[in-house]
């Protein structure tokens, strides 16, 4: 959406179809709908994507929307760097809630390298805080801005 300066958050929306091959994920076709909050202020960095995706195909096709929420927030050292800490969640479907100990809530301090207009890169490594969170994750993410 067009950025309005009055609003504490410039917002965009992300809306991806998933088409799976089994071996990775049971669920063959997906639909996530991603929401975009964003605010830059100095060297401040802040992004909230309250995401909800929903099975298409598969054997959850039959549950409701889930509730995936994750945020970041980052300082800019210097022009190249910024360092930061990114959340991801998954909480289950919208309409009930898992209980806590099944949810998935993880932390990744985050170092982002903005090596060039084009390219960006990130990398984390993230520490799962309940019982059904993955312990320990390694994440790298290559962005490539596409002009227009």
């Known amino acids: 959406f067009p950025e309005t300066p009055r609003l504490f958050f410039n917002i965009s929306l992300s809306v991806e179809f998933g088409f799976n091959r089994s071996e990775f994920e049971a669920n063959r076709r997906t639909l996530e709908i991603r929401p975009i909050l964003e605010h830059e202020q100095g060297r401040l960095y802040l992004s909230i994507n309250p995401v909800v995706g929903k099975a298409l195909k598969g054997p959850d096709s039959d549950e409701s929307f889930d509730f995936e929420p994750s945020v970041k927030i980052g300082w800019n050292v210097t022009k190249i760097i910024m360092a930061g800490a990114e959340y991801y969640g998954a909480t289950g479907a919208l309409t009930d809630f898992e209980p806590w100990p099944e949810q998935r809530h993880m932390i990744f301090p985050t170092i982002d390298l903005e090596v060039s207009p084009d390219w960006e ?5 993230g520490r799962g805080f309940t019982s ?13 801005r596409f002009k227009h």
């Open 121 to 125: 890169l990130n990398f984390g490594v």
């Open 132 to 144: 059904a969170s993955q312990r320990w994750v390694l994440k790298s993410i290559v962005g490539y």
